[in-house]
């Protein structure tokens, strides 16, 4: 299988990555242990740490963080911001649509079962049209690249994506450890990320909402893995980090108690999942929730970022429908391919799958973080076949797609520098306007030919380069 | 500021305020068992037990006081909610909640503390002086002080720190003396004489206020000297009039920030009025026990008062 | 058919809680078997919140009260002009979609049992089948109260072989949507017949979409389809899905609810 390398084509260098030739090339072995050790500091300095469910071990545990930066071109980068965006505006319009009158799934485009039987469909909020018409306010949107030209989408998170802290944190660092590099290179900046956030979810205000909108990240609290992500957040935004405990109902609106009295909130960006939101409507054992917040949300008191339900558009069965949507919303031809995926429910795509299990990656619908997934190339023979018996129970439950051969960068390695695949994460905002900071988080498999990317599982990340042209 | 956070500020103070007495405690204690008096250590570290409040469930626990159970017991016991270990633990994680609400500076002293005590948890007990614990503790507390005096806005979240911190000091300070109080009642024995043996010194001691009290007073020590330096000479850090003084400037601040009085501010003032109007002759009369009962008492409804009217969010 | 509803919920707190909120699904819509004629609900010391009428066409109300209180009141009074439509539930506004109700929930989860209920019932077309499936799960769970609880699933009712309308419903809602019919659960009141042979006036029964007409109602408690003795007011996937007051108490301890509920005919 032919990997693309994303710095070198034979022995020639691909103009965007044209000046870190020189940087790699000059930099010592001791300067580099040195500065990757520096790098190390100021993360844990930070206190930016992931910690995996279920894992156990150190809870303070630090994302490996590679210095290679991955660079994009002007024109490379113009390409998928607009294929992003375009695709956060089809999932939204999904969203409206499934909300509503579901005229894709009345057009026959999407079968009525993916939609309405979906877990992450919420009934609770049908017939509901949030401010602005935008239910995914943060669409994560993953990618891969396998060519110069060739790009997919893997998935689309539209519920509340994390990792955008590594895009930040990742980025002061490198500016703070290599100054010289951003003086040679003309690099977009990312840090405008919090304020045009603070814009979106502004924007987003209920009607109900007079004057400048009082906005507030809630968050599950300080035990959650993304709560570093949360407090630099709102720290950058100027907004409080609530919990659930923190915000109560009264009359038609919400509050959140300070030491002033109640102060009305506008705007809820919350980083916990629908079933914790509100007690009275979904699981009435919620300790997080605040109970009576859904009424408030649909009678426009309040604004809650990503809207419940929202999930419904990434689910990975959902996800093969999106350059449907793309066209039937749109009427545009999707900028951004997907990767093809069998739906292990439909029988004919199953047999294909079953055949073809040492072949391809196989996950569930549901899952997420690289948990409950078969990478079929890397698979013993054992565990391909202890997964088609999970297969063949429950096909419903599983998509398929081809193993692709994930483009690599040049990654910072033991015995020097060599290529390591890569994924992309940019994080795409929808309010009022939409937009797409130049950058995003790029995870790289740290093991020699691994493809599973994921922080949880021996990824780390890199600085994500988009170049000035 | 969410009230949340204001809690949160809040206990960070009164956490570390209380490590730092213990500290000191513990400090006394362990000098007092170096002298080579009669009545021995046991008493004193009984007495010093009864002053935190934690002598029923040392107790409980260790049965006998020996020192180094006490040790064990006041410094790295995480059962004892009490003991250093537990309050820079938990004064530590209430700062991890607020991260933002603190400077790099203060939060790096807090971190720290945290991060050398459990390198300090590691060590071989054997190898730890009883004098570098008490030491670390009271260096740590005093650099989380500093950093807040030094870097810290001036804002509400000021005001909640200070307010923990005078809370807790002053309730301390109180106990320390009520648990002795018998030690100042003037006794016949007494008439004419100073106080004897180390009973007081153990006091000044446990307030690191020994050299400032005879700076202060000079001559001889008499039980209306220290009632007085404890209780009502503004010039001593830990004595409660110092401690009422700072909650009257602090919730004023609040007031007039927010623009209303509450509860607090009222209670406050009353307990600050009566500390300054009880002469020391007043609070003999009334007994020292008494007197110093009331005021831990008062105190203590006046950290309800402030509970409810900014901590717990409930006020309209 | 005129009928007049007195439903009083007294909730009662043994420590004073600091605040409740309540959200009601109290309020019952106009469609062409029922005419609300006046409707009223209060709330002990409450305030109302806000309102919105949800996809299922309910209309939900929330309430606020502020403590320390030891009790809250919740107190439903009304006049409903009925009609007989055998069920059929006609010139009801509401978008959420059909095939959403095709989802289980832990009340309604299907066992062994369950299924083999639901493939016992034999008829030509869906209407058919529906009142088949009915008549299956009146024959299978008995009307006797006190044996399950708030919380019995559908197959636990069923494996008892006893149960209240709750448990008639969750097990005609788990048959129905194995059989591949989107089913939800009604909440409602029932007016008693004259010779009191029907139970519960504060009742429950299940709707079953049947394509060409629509939702309509079946009682397995009762076996029959809601008649102009039924107000419906709320709908839902289970129970607690529909239940018509939803709330929870800030601080305090135990709660206890005492409900009282007539349901009259009224003179014409």
Request: glycine share 8%; aromatic share 8%; net charge negative.
């Amino acid at each position: 299988m032919s990997q693309f390398n994303e710095m070198f084509q034979g022995a020639d260098v691909r103009p965007p990555y044209a000046r870190l030739q020189d940087w790699v090339g000059q930099m010592p072995q001791e300067l580099r242990s040195l500065k990757q050790a520096e790098a190390e500091a100021l993360f844990r300095r930070i206190g930016i740490t992931f910690a995996v469910y279920g894992e156990g071990g150190d809870p303070d545990r630090l994302i490996p963080f590679d210095m290679f930066p991955r660079v994009f071109s002007g024109s490379e980068w113009a390409k998928l911001e607009r294929g992003i965006k375009q695709r956060a505006r089809a999932l939204n319009a999904f969203l409206v649509d499934v909300y509503g009158r579901g005229e894709i799934i009345r057009a026959g485009r999407i079968p009525a079962r993916l939609v309405y039987q979906n877990e992450a469909y919420e009934k609770a909020v049908a017939g509901f049209v949030p401010p602005k018409g935008v239910y995914s306010h943060i669409v994560g949107v993953d990618i891969v690249r396998t060519g110069p030209d060739d790009f997919f989408v893997l998935e689309d998170n539209c519920r509340t994506p994390s990792g955008v802290s590594y895009m930040l944190e990742s980025r002061e660092i490198m500016m703070r450890m290599f100054p010289d590099l951003f003086r040679e290179n003309r690099i977009e900046p990312v840090d405008t990320y919090s304020d045009k956030l603070r814009r979106t979810l502004s924007s987003v205000a209920p009607a109900k909402c007079k004057g400048d909108p009082t906005v507030v990240i809630l968050t599950p609290g300080h035990f959650n893995s993304a709560s570093y992500e949360h407090s630099l957040l709102a720290d950058l935004m100027g907004v409080e980090l609530v919990e659930g405990q923190d915000l109560f109902v009264d009359g038609e609106y919400a509050y959140m108690r300070t030491t002033e009295g109640p102060q009305r909130v506008d705007v809820i960006y919350r980083r916990i999942d629908d079933a914790y939101l509100d007690p009275l409507c979904f699981r009435p054992d919620s300790m997080l929730g605040i109970p009576g917040l859904m009424d408030v949300y649909r009678s426009g008191g309040v604004s809650i970022c990503s809207a419940p339900g929202a999930g419904v558009a990434d689910d990975k069965a959902v996800y093969t429908y999106v350059p449907d949507m793309v066209r039937f919303y749109l009427g545009e031809e999707p900028i951004l391919q997907n990767v093809p995926t069998w739906q292990c429910g439909k029988p004919d795509d199953l047999g294909h799958v079953l055949d073809k299990l040492p072949e391809l990656v196989v996950k569930e619908v549901h899952g997420s973080g690289g948990y409950g997934m078969l990478v079929g190339p890397k698979a013993t023979k054992d565990e391909i076949e202890r997964f088609r018996a999970k297969l063949i129970e429950d096909p419903g439950n599983y998509i398929a797609q081809p193993t692709l051969a994930l483009s690599t960068v040049p990654t910072f390695v033991e015995e020097g520098v060599a290529p390591r695949h890569v994924d992309l994460r940019p994080y795409c905002l929808v309010g009022e306007r939409i937009e797409l900071v130049p950058g995003g988080l790029t995870r790289v498999a740290l093991k020699e030919g691994s493809l599973v990317v994921n922080s949880s599982q021996g990824g780390g990340v890199k600085d994500t380069w988009v170049l000035a042209e | 500021m969410l009230s949340r956070t204001a809690d949160n500020l809040y206990w960070i103070a009164r956490y570390m305020e209380r490590a730092d007495t213990v500290a000191r405690l513990l400090e006394v204690g362990s000098r007092i068992s170096l002298l080579p008096s009669a009545q021995g250590y046991r008493s004193e570290w009984d007495s010093l037990l009864q002053a935190t409040g934690m002598a029923h469930a040392f107790a409980q626990k260790y049965g006998d006081p020996v020192q180094r159970n006490i040790e064990s017991f006041l410094f790295f016991d995480r059962d004892n909610p009490s003991s250093i270990a537990s309050c820079i633990t938990a004064a530590r994680e209430n700062g991890r909640i607020v991260r933002t609400a603190l400077t790099t500076q203060v939060w790096d002293a807090l971190n720290t503390a945290f991060q050398e005590l459990k390198q300090l948890e590691r060590e071989e007990r054997s190898h730890l002086e009883l004098s570098r614990l008490t030491d670390w503790t009271m260096r740590h507390a005093a650099m989380l002080r500093g950093a807040i005096d030094a870097t810290l806005l001036r804002d509400d979240g000021f005001n909640f720190l200070n307010i923990g911190y005078y809370l807790e000091r002053g309730d301390n300070t109180a106990r320390l003396m009520d648990v002795k109080y018998y030690v100042l009642l003037p006794r016949i024995d007494f008439v004419g004489s100073g106080l004897d043996n180390y009973q007081w010194t153990t006091l000044l001691r446990a307030m690191g206020a020994q050299r400032a009290f005879h700076w202060a007073y000079g001559g001889d020590v008499t039980a209306m000297k220290i009632a007085d330096f404890l209780i009502r000479n503004p010039q001593s850090p830990r004595s409660l009039a110092t401690c009422t003084a700072g909650l009257m400037n602090h919730l004023g601040r609040l007031a007039k920030a927010y623009g209303r009085e509450t509860e607090a501010q009222d209670k406050a003032r009353r307990l600050a009025a009566g500390i300054e109007s009880a002469t020391v002759e007043a609070i003999f009369d009334e007994g020292l026990h008494e007197f110093l009962t009331r005021y831990i008492a008062e105190a203590a409804t006046l950290a309800i008062s402030i509970h409810d009217a900014y901590l717990s969010g409930e006020m309209r | 058919m005129r009928l007049t509803v007195d439903h009083v919920t007294r909730y009662s707190y043994d420590h004073p809680v600091r605040s409740v909120v309540q959200s009601h699904r109290l309020a019952p819509a106009n469609h062409a078997g029922q005419k609300v004629i006046e409707w009223e609900v209060t709330v002990s010391g409450g305030t109302k919140g806000s309102r919105h009428r949800d996809g299922a066409g309910d209309l939900i109300q929330a309430w606020t009260v502020a403590g320390p209180v030891t009790e809250v009141v919740v107190q439903v009074r009304g006049t409903v002009e009925t009609e007989d439509l055998a069920g059929v539930l006609r010139g009801h506004r509401e978008t959420v979609a059909p095939d959403c109700y095709l989802r289980d929930t832990l009340p309604t989860r299907l066992d062994v049992a369950l299924i083999a209920l639901a493939d016992s019932a034999t008829a030509a077309d869906t209407l058919s089948l529906a009142h088949a499936l009915s008549a299956v799960v009146s024959d299978a769970i008995a009307y006797r109260p006190g044996v399950t609880h708030a919380h019995t699933t559908a197959a636990e009712a069923l494996a008892l072989g006893e149960g209240v309308c709750q448990d008639h419903a969750h097990a005609l809602i788990a048959c129905a949507r194995h059989r591949g019919i989107a089913a939800r659960y009604v909440s409602g009141y029932l007016s008693a017949n004259e010779d009191g042979s029907a139970h519960e006036a504060a009742h429950a029964w299940a709707e079953l979409y049947i394509p060409g007409l629509g939702w309509v109602g079946f009682d397995p408690a009762n076996r029959c389809c809601p008649d102009a003795r039924y107000i419906r007011l709320g709908s839902g996937f289970d129970a607690q899905d529909a239940a018509p007051i939803r709330g929870i108490a800030r601080g305090g301890g135990h709660e206890d609810m005492d409900v009282t509920v007539a349901i009259l005919q009224a003179a014409q």
